[in-house]
C-alpha cells in the first residue's frame, strides 16, 4: 500500500510551544515545589499522561492551595481568572498560544470600542471561553450553526472573530450571512490560525486521493474531530482513532492508498506508531 502521511500531521506552533514550556518547568522544578497545569495541557491522554510521569498534574480549582506554580495551556484562560490567580501572588507560567492572545487583544479593543461581539465557535471549548472573557458581559454571542444567526442583534455595530481551529468555509459563509442582515458595521477578525487552514487543506487533497484515512488524535480535540468530519465527507472510509492500538487491519482489506494526518494535540511519537502500525498490516498482507 502507498502510505501518505499529512506534512502537517501533529503538534502546531502554539502546542508545542506549550508542551515544551511544559517539560523545561517539570525539569527545573524540584519535587517540594508543586507545578500544575490549569486543566490539561493540551487534549491529548497520552501526552498528559507522560507529564504527570514528571509530576506535573491538570487540576481545575484554582482555589485549592495545592500549588506554588500554575502553567496556563496553549487555549488560555479566562480573563477574570488570569486576575485571580495574579491577586493571589502565584508564579504563573503563560503558555497561551501568541495566536489566541492576538484573538483576546482584539475583542478587548473591539468591546472597548463599543461593538458586540459575535464569536463563531464551540461556547464550550476553553480557547472560545478564555477569547470571549475578553467582551463586556451580556455583550456577546457564541455561535456554531446557521440556525443561531437569529439570534444576532442587526442594529448593533458587529465585530466577528472565530475560534482559531474553526472550519473556514463555515466561518465565510457566517461572515456572508451577517453582512446580509446587518443594519450597522461590522468588522471582522481573521483569526483562524494558519496551521488550521493548511492542516484542513491537506486532508482534503489526501482524502480525495486515498481509499483509507486515518485521523489521529484525542477524542477530546475539537481540531482533531473537525479533520474527521472534513475528511469523512470526501472519504466514507475515514477512522478517527487516538492510538496504534485502536488500527484496524480489516479497513485495509481492499486499499491500495492510505493517508494518514492528525490534530495540533497529536505528538509525533503517536502518529510514527500508527504509522508503523500500518507498514505491518501492509507486510502482513503481502505474506
Ligand atoms: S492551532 Fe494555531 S492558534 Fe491554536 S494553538 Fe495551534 S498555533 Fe495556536
New binding site residues.
Given amino acids: 500500500m502507498e502510505i501518505i502521511v499529512a506534512p502537517s500531521a501533529g503538534f502546531?506552533?502554539?502546542?508545542k510551544r506549550a508542551v515544551n514550556m511544559a517539560l523545561d518547568a517539570a525539569n527545573q522544578y524540584t519535587s517540594l515545589e508543586k507545578l500544575n497545569t490549569l486543566g490539561p495541557i493540551i487534549h491529548n491522554p497520552q501526552v498528559v499522561k507522560s507529564l504527570e510521569e514528571k509530576g506535573v498534574f491538570p487540576i481545575d480549582n484554582i482555589d485549592c492551595g495545592c500549588f506554588d506554580t500554575i502553567l496556563i495551556r496553549?487555549?488560555g484562560i479566562k480573563a477574570e481568572v488570569m486576575e485571580k490567580l495574579r491577586s493571589k501572588g502565584l508564579k504563573i507560567i503563560d503558555a497561551t498560544?501568541?495566536?489566541?492572545k492576538k484573538a483576546q487583544n482584539y475583542i478587548n479593543e473591539a468591546a472597548l470600542k463599543g461593538y458586540f461581539i459575535i464569536m463563531v465557535g464551540d461556547k464550550n471549548h476553553p480557547?472560545v471561553q478564555s477569547v470571549i472573557s475578553f467582551a463586556d458581559k451580556g455583550r456577546f454571542l457564541v455561535i456554531n450553526n446557521l440556525a443561531d444567526l437569529e439570534k444576532v442583534p442587526v442594529s448593533e455595530k458587529l465585530a466577528l472573530i472565530s475560534q482559531?481551529?474553526q472550519d473556514v468555509n463555515f466561518y465565510k459563509c457566517v461572515i456572508n450571512e451577517i453582512n446580509k442582515k446587518a443594519k450597522n458595521e461590522v468588522v471582522v477578525f481573521d483569526t483562524i490560525?494558519?496551521?488550521?487552514i493548511i492542516k484542513q487543506e491537506e486532508a482534503k487533497i489526501i482524502a480525495s486521493n486515498v481509499d483509507v484515512m486515518i485521523v489521529v488524535g484525542g477524542y477530546n480535540s475539537a481540531?482533531t474531530n473537525k479533520l474527521q468530519n472534513i475528511c469523512k465527507e470526501i472519504q466514507r472510509n475515514t477512522y478517527h482513532i487516538e492510538t496504534e492500538d485502536e488500527v484496524n487491519p480489516e479497513w485495509f482489506a481492499n486499499a491500495k492508498k492510505v493517508g494518514i494526518t492528525a490534530g495540533?494535540s497529536t505528538p509525533d511519537w503517536i502518529i510514527d506508531l500508527v504509522l508503523k502500525k500500518v507498514h505491518d498490516i501492509d507486510k502482513a498482507k503481502l505474506k
Avoid: I, L, M, R
Avoid at 12 to 15: M, N
Avoid at 97 to 100: A, D, H, S, T
Avoid at 193 to 196: G, I
Fill in positions: 502546531c506552533f502554539g502546542v496553549s487555549h498560544c501568541p495566536f489566541v480557547e482559531t481551529t490560525c494558519d496551521a488550521t481540531n495540533a
